[in-house]
Nanobody, 117 residues
């Protein structure tokens, strides 16, 4: 059974930084495409960063490019999202998403990030 557990969310002032972690069980981050999404109240879930399992190619929307960095630690089977220069518009629940090369995709339970002064 595949399980994704996010951690690292919390409150931060504008301009601050946070790093989210997604611990994966039952699947390999080496053989999966990994992504982070977020959903703010009243808004649709949106992609904030992705990484391909093959080659580790990353992709970011304009809203997070240059501020967010997705990475993986294959030894710990974990995916990270480093977020810098946070702004209030980054406030949302952040979700880890795994799409294995074989099998069904999976979501984590989400972790809240709040950016305010």
């Amino acid at each position: 059974q595949v399980q994704l557990v996010e951690s690292g969310g919390g409150w931060v002032q504008p301009g601050g930084s946070l790093t989210l972690s997604c611990s994966v069980a039952g699947a390999s981050v080496r053989r999966s495409d990994m992504s982070w999404y977020r959903q703010a109240p009243g808004k649709e879930r949106e992609l904030v960063a992705s990484m391909s399992g093959s080659g580790g190619i990353t992709n970011y929307p304009d809203s997070t490019k240059g501020r967010f960095t997705i990475s993986r630690d294959a030894n710990k089977n974990t995916v990270l999202l480093a977020m810098n220069t946070l702004i209030p518009e980054d406030t949302a629940v952040y979700y880890c998403f795994l799409r294995p090369w074989t099998g069904l995709p999976h979501w984590g339970q989400g972790t809240q990030v709040t950016v305010s002064s």
